[in-house]
């Protein structure tokens, strides 16, 4: 029996350890990629130092959307309705313009049935962080085409999808949304480092994260798969987060790297591989876009990225304090206000 | 068949049915039939305030279509001396202004009735029966609106001239009328209609003698009144209430609502200091976005709101059920209009009556005020917000489109009263002195838990909404001891929720062996039929006029108290007295009669008078 002493847990810049930023046990199959996601969220909102409770979690309905329950079980969560968590998500912002908003969606519910609310909440850029958990199916009601299936797709019965797929990010980048991205569950240190970059970012981040459903898209002739993905993950970057807080000097050689300072002083270095990237343009953002999907290869990175574009919360001119907690001084006008309404209609 | 293409007047014939005593005194209805679009709202106003500035209780009622510019479109004003404003099924004078329906409404006139037209018109051939009085409005307003694009609008006001001389409505009272509704910003307007105005009477004085029997006369039924919409009242009581998120999508008629309220929070609503804004009101992509927002606004500790109509309110039903299951409280106002679908947009009714109050799937039930008049659009607006912040649901308002976007006449606006309810809410230290909470645990016994709102900086803050089955702590659960705990306790609070609701007004008739029961607009037909039952008929009645869902226990007594009691329903369905089967004893049931109207006019107590004798005739 060894006698070491335990060590005391690892903790973050606010002194809390791992456990408050985690949640109640996945009821998701072993291998979903949305687990993974999952504990890249539990590390990022933790190396941030972020506090739990600052945090809202809001989601629709799928697998994907059941997550909210399994990180930061010190924030509160709302697992709504299908495709809406875009109205919820917006709704409580307005409520409380301080919470960090997160909302975990999936692809059937960001890409089918809310797609309208995904797109207005783009042309909003509402402040929140924006995950779509991409498995090209609906995993809950098992294993249907979503409407990002690719063209010639096919599901474990045989059938082959004869549609065009709608790529989220094309629509974030066309409407409005201030932070686009794409990553893998599978990629461990480019999804926390855009997470980590997204959740430093002031304004609407859209990530669609390629996620496999291990259970009904991971065979073969699927181009959602932990296989296809291997073969045709394209990044545009070698990315990096460099926190405000952290102690480091930033370094880079110009010309090989690109550095773009986000809101809260945090740092997004990106570094060229095949080619030099710049996020802000938006037009060549689309085209790298179609070229990519031409060549039937998943750009991922950090596609789009505007850090000064007013937010909703900004564009409504909403009082400091959270509209939540005024005080009824504050919101219910004087009697003299009523006496002179009432004169106005005598 | 054009009315223009009539054969050339004929010489009028005495009207049959002349009078008794020669003079009619502010009993009345005046109908202008005009075409949408055509600028003759000012003028309808103006009328309608100058014989409410006369001490004569008056109510405006706006019959429009469906389309910005070019179908017909009537506007009513009814006098009355005793107080009865419901609309008047009768039209006794016309002011005939629109060559598209003048034949149609000059055939429709009761016997006797006087009709004002526009010269080429020609109507005096339809019919020999009625007082007739012609007047040139082109040739009227060209010398007093010189400028020819104006002339449209401005002569309308030429009407408003004539009818204040044939009806001896103070022209001081017009004036006044005209220049507040005009305003000090466009005072050249207000003179350009005023010369009108004054045309109007030069020409009725000189060229029209009077024939008819109506006039008005003052009084003093309305000092210290309001002239107001129900709209404009609920935005009111809404901003009073503290609201401070408001998500919509347009819809007649409950876009003038979210419009009125805008314009108020811009007033009232910012901060001094910094000039900031303590409310949003966001114009959402549509319905499930707008109850969307609301909700999440709700769960995050705004008072929120939405209102719509009918259409909406069909969108809104998923997230109502979660809201409910979830318990947020959440105000939604429906100013009902006739469905389904697009139906009759711009008609009235009270069509969502069953539905609201169980709207969405699986066990709902859902509280609804039924607002009668502006002041209680106003104080039942602070009323749903209390309500829905301490029972933790959706409260609903149910108005219609009568109440919403038609003129009435109301007491002042009262300031509320009481400070807001904001319910049962943890803050950080109260967590901390506690150790914690159980986000739906019945620890008041009253049915509703306590909770917290997101931001909360405390560890045991936070809790997890969801559509899904929970136990108390609300933590994931599909065992069915717990499904029932939780759906039996929600009911609890409906019972709990019950006693805070808004008294009904009831009136007890000495010997009535009949009782009317109505919500809302309803209360105007259902007084005056009262009445009329009484006074025609010799059957003397009561009523009782429901305020709010659930039924107050005051319905099962006055039901008790009667042989038969008549529920009268603004929809084919009869929905009031359908959702009264569902939770009155069946000895209540059984005395239930119903009366209905869904023609999409507001309800005139004719109808209903006429329907209680049919079927007390038949015992
Ligand atoms: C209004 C409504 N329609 C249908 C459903 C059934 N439903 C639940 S989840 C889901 C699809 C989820 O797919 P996706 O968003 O891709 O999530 P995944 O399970 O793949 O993570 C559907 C159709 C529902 N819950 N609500
Ligand atoms: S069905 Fe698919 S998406 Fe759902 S949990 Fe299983 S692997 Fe994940
Ligand atoms: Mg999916």
């Not at chain 2, 502010?26 to 075409?35: E, K, L």
């Not at chain 2, 049931?589 to 004719?606: F, Q, T």
Request: negative net charge; aromatic residues 8%; charged residues 20%.
């Amino acid at each position: 029996m060894s006698s070491t002493p335990a060590t005391p847990p690892k903790v973050n810049r606010i002194g809390l350890d791992l456990a408050p930023y985690r949640g109640s046990k996945t009821t998701l199959c072993a291998g979903c990629g949305h687990n993974a996601i999952t504990e890249r969220l539990i590390e990022a909102y933790w190396e941030l130092g972020i506090e739990p409770w600052s945090v809202a979690k809001l989601s629709g309905i799928g697998c994907s959307s059941k997550t909210p329950a399994y990180f930061l079980n010190q924030a509160h969560g709302f697992n709504g309705v299908h495709g809406r968590a875009p109205t919820t998500a917006t709704g409580a912002l307005l409520a409380n313009h301080r919470l960090r908003a997160v909302v975990v969606s999936g692809d059937g519910d960001t890409a089918s049935i809310g797609i309208g609310h995904f797109v207005h909440m783009l042309r909003r850029n509402v402040p929140l962080v924006y995950i779509v958990e991409n498995n090209g199916v609906y995993g809950l009601t098992k294993g249907q085409f979503s409407a990002t299936a690719d063209l010639g797709a096919k599901l474990k019965s045989g059938a082959v999808n004869p549609l065009h797929p709608i790529d989220v990010c094309l629509l974030g980048i066309e409407l409005g949304a201030s932070f686009v991205a794409r990553s893998f569950s599978g990629d461990k240190r480019q999804l926390s480092a855009i997470l980590k970059a997204a959740i430093a970012h002031n304004g609407l981040a859209v990530i669609d994260v390629i996620s496999p459903c291990v259970t009904f898209n991971d065979h073969e002739g699927s181009t959602k798969s932990y296989a296809y993905m291997k073969d045709h993950d394209e990044p545009l970057h070698e990315v990096d987060f460099i926190p405000f807080f952290a102690d480091i000097e930033v370094d880079y050689e110009e010309g090989e790297s690109r550095m773009v300072e986000l809101h809260d002083g945090s740092k997004l270095l990106l570094h060229k591989l095949e080619r030099d990237y710049d996020p802000s343009n938006r037009i060549h953002a689309l085209e790298v876009l179609h070229e990519a999907a031409r060549r039937g290869e998943v750009l991922t990175g950090i596609i789009y990225l505007e850090t000064n574009r007013p937010t909703f919360t900004e564009i409504l001119g909403l009082c400091d304090e959270p509209l939540a907690l005024l005080p009824q001084e504050r919101v219910r006008p004087p009697r003299e206000a009523l006496e002179q309404i009432n004169e106005e209609f005598r | 068949m054009q009315a223009s293409h009539q054969p050339p007047p004929m010489p009028a014939e005495q009207p049959q049915r002349l009078p008794r005593g020669g003079r009619i005194v502010n009993d009345f209805s005046i109908q202008v039939a005009t075409v949408n679009g055509s600028g003759s709202q000012t003028a309808n106003l103006v009328l309608m305030r100058s014989i409410f500035q006369m001490g004569v209780p008056v109510s405006g009622k706006n019959l429009f279509p469906s389309n910005i510019q070019g179908l017909p479109t009537w506007f009513t004003i009814r006098a009355n001396r005793d107080g009865y404003i419901a609309r008047k099924k009768e039209i006794d004078f016309l002011v005939a202004m629109n060559p598209e329906s003048a034949r149609e409404d000059v055939l429709a006139l009761p016997p006797g009735a006087a009709v004002l037209y526009d010269e080429p018109l020609q109507l005096t051939g339809l019919r020999s029966d009625l007082h007739y009085y012609a007047a040139p409005f082109d040739r009227l307003v060209a010398p007093v609106c010189p400028e020819a694009k104006l002339r449209k609008l401005v002569r309308n006001m030429i009407y408003v001239g004539i009818l204040a001389e044939l009806l001896g409505i103070d022209p001081e009272q017009i004036r006044k009328a005209l220049y507040k509704q005009f305003g000090e910003r466009k005072k050249k307007a207000a003179d350009l209609n005023w010369g009108a105005v004054q045309a109007g009477i030069d020409y009725a004085r000189s060229n029209l003698p009077k024939t008819d029997p109506y006039f008005i006369e003052p009084m003093d039924r309305t000092a210290g009144k309001l002239v107001i919409e129900g709209n404009t009242a609920a935005a009111l009581g809404c901003m009073f209430a503290g609201m401070t998120v408001c998500t919509w999508y347009p819809i007649t008629p409950s876009s003038s609502l979210a419009e009125a309220l805008m314009a108020f929070m811009e007033r009232f609503r910012r901060d001094p200091e910094t000039g900031k804004a303590t409310y949003a009101i966001v114009q959402a992509e549509d319905e499930l976005a707008s109850i969307g927002m609301a909700v999440g606004a709700g769960w995050a500790g705004a008072r929120a709101m939405t209102c719509t109509s009918g259409p909406g309110i069909s969108l809104m039903s998923e997230f109502v059920g979660l809201a409910y299951f979830a318990e947020i409280p959440v105000v939604i106002i429906d100013v009902q209009r006739v469905g389904p679908s697009t139906g009759l947009p711009t008609r009235t009714m009270q069509g969502d009556t069953l539905k609201n109050a169980v709207l969405s799937h699986g066990d709902t039930r859902h509280p609804i005020l039924f607002p009668s008049c502006p002041e209680e659009c106003f104080t039942m607006a602070i009323d749903a917000f209390d309500l829905a912040e301490q029972f933790q649901t959706p409260v609903f308002i149910n108005m219609d489109l009568d109440l919403g976007m038609n003129l009435w006449m109301s007491d002042p606006l009262p300031y509320p009263d009481k400070p807001m309810q904001r319910g049962k809410v943890l803050t950080a230290e109260d967590l901390e002195r506690l150790g914690g909470f159980a986000r739906y645990r019945d620890v008041d016994g009253d049915g509703v838990g306590w909770r917290t709102l997101p931001g909360t900086p405390h560890p045991k803050a936070a809790y997890f909404t969801r559509g899904t089955g929970h136990t108390e702590q609300a933590t994931y659960s599909e065992k069915p001891e717990d499904w029932i705990r939780n759906i039996d306790r929600i009911a609890r609070k409906f019972e709990t929720l019950r006693k805070h609701l808004p008294p009904p007004a009831q009136f007890l008739a000495a010997g009535a062996r009949i009782g009317l029961v109505g919500a809302g607009t309803s209360r105007y037909a259902m007084e005056e039929s009262r009445d009329q039952l009484s006074r025609e008929a010799g059957i003397e009645a009561s009523w009782m006029r429901l305020t709010a869902y659930p039924f107050p226990p005051e319905l099962e007594a006055f039901i008790e108290q009667h042989e038969r009691v008549y529920v009268i329903d603004q929809n084919r369905d009869a929905q009031l007295l359908g959702l009264m089967r569902l939770d009155l004893p069946a000895h209540c049931i059984a005395k239930l009669r119903s009366v209905r109207y869904y023609g999409g006019l507001p309800l005139d107590a004719r109808t209903v008078t006429e329907q209680i004798l049919a079927q007390e005739v038949q015992g």
